[in-house]
């Protein structure tokens, strides 16, 4: 029998559940307990079998149908709801879920193709880390996890090593954040047929209007509050010094290019405010996984 270890982190010490639970009927009582009993709302999965496999480099959109697929085998419903509808007000529409790309040291993927379009995987494993304030999000993806051990990405079939619920955090009224992915932002404007790309080096002071505007919007749907103290500023002095390279382009569909911002940014408001956008993500397409960010000085 193979024992897929879940684990969860109260304070310093780790506890660890294996998927054998499962087998008694009990899968639903762990799967919350994993959640509630620490109050995590971030999961790090270590996944293995990827040496000598090569991915899109931009593999997002691949991820983001990964995590709808794992929901949907949970809870269809939920996972229907969720992909088609959503958190909604008029025409706004969230999904309230972030996550990373598949992380590993540098040193351990090559780029291939003429635009380095693809990424090939010296080493066998890589880290997803995935995020959302909503608890039934991870409740039932923790309900898939305790009851497989492996999930297929782009094709590739990957061993799930172990599923890490993150302690939580504290968070004061205002913390400095990193971007763990790039962060987007887009307007209309008269002459584009298509969404211009809001680039923070270019013009931070919209940035920072466009980001706090999408932030406020989302509390307000998720909390049923106004906010008119939450605010988020990026490092005026980091792009002084990155400029241009800040900006990335991100190919997340076959024909369609992104183009987001890789900059430190400060979120003020309540300590319950703070948190939320670090759980659900800054700026748009936090559900292709845009926006994750990170407390600055902890390393993924």
Same mark, same amino acid.
């Given at each position: 029998m193979y024992h897929k270890k879940v684990c969860l982190l109260i304070g310093? &010490? %780790?506890?660890?559940?294996?998927?054998?639970?499962c087998l008694f009927g009990t899968v639903g009582v762990v799967g919350y307990y994993l959640i509630k009993?620490?109050?995590?709302?971030?999961?790090?999965?270590s996944l293995s079998g990827l040496a000598r496999k090569t991915l899109p480099r931009d593999h997002y959109h691949q991820l983001s149908g990964l995590i709808y697929a794992m929901l949907k $085998?949970?809870? %269809?419903?939920?996972?229907?709801? &969720?992909?088609?509808?959503?958190?909604?007000?008029?025409?706004? *529409?969230?999904?309230?879920?972030?996550?990373?790309?598949?992380?590993t040291h540098p040193s351990e993927v090559q780029y291939l193709g003429e635009k380095k379009s693809e990424v090939h995987f010296i080493t066998d494993n890589a880290a997803l880390y995935i995020s959302s304030p909503v608890r039934e999000f991870l409740?039932?993806?923790?309900?898939?996890? &305790?009851?497989?051990?492996?999930?297929?990405?782009?094709? *590739?079939?990957?061993?799930? $090593?172990?599923?890490?619920?993150?302690?939580?955090q504290h968070f004061s009224e205002s913390e400095a954040f990193k971007a763990v992915t790039p962060i987007?932002?887009?307007?209309?404007?008269? $002459?584009?047929?298509t969404p211009f790309y809001i680039r923070a080096y270019q013009t931070p002071e919209e940035f920072d209007d466009y980001l706090t505007r999408n932030a406020r919007e989302k509390w307000r749907i998720y909390s049923g509050k106004q906010s008119d103290d939450l605010t988020l500023k990026c490092d005026k002095q980091y &792009? *002084?010094?990155?400029?241009?390279?800040?900006?990335?382009?991100?190919?997340?569909? %076959? *024909? $369609?290019?992104?183009?987001?911002?890789i900059v430190p940014v400060t979120v003020t408001g309540s300590p319950e405010e703070v948190e939320f956008m670090y759980d659900v993500g800054l700026g748009q397409k936090n559900s292709f996984g845009m926006g994750m960010i990170e407390k600055i000085g902890i390393r993924y």
């Open positions: 310093d &010490l %780790p506890v660890t559940y294996a998927s054998a639970y009993g620490c109050d995590a709302l971030r999961i790090k999965l $085998e949970a809870n %269809p419903s939920f996972s229907e709801w &969720l992909h088609d509808r959503g958190f909604e007000d008029n025409s706004k *529409q969230f999904k309230f879920f972030c996550f990373s790309r598949l992380i409740e039932n993806l923790v309900s898939f996890l &305790l009851t497989r051990s492996e999930i297929r990405l782009a094709g *590739q079939l990957l061993r799930i $090593e172990s599923a890490l619920a993150l302690g939580k987007i932002l887009t307007k209309k404007v008269e $002459e584009h047929t &792009l *002084q010094r990155k400029g241009r390279s800040t900006a990335c382009k991100i190919q997340i569909m %076959p *024909q $369609e290019v992104m183009i987001g911002s």
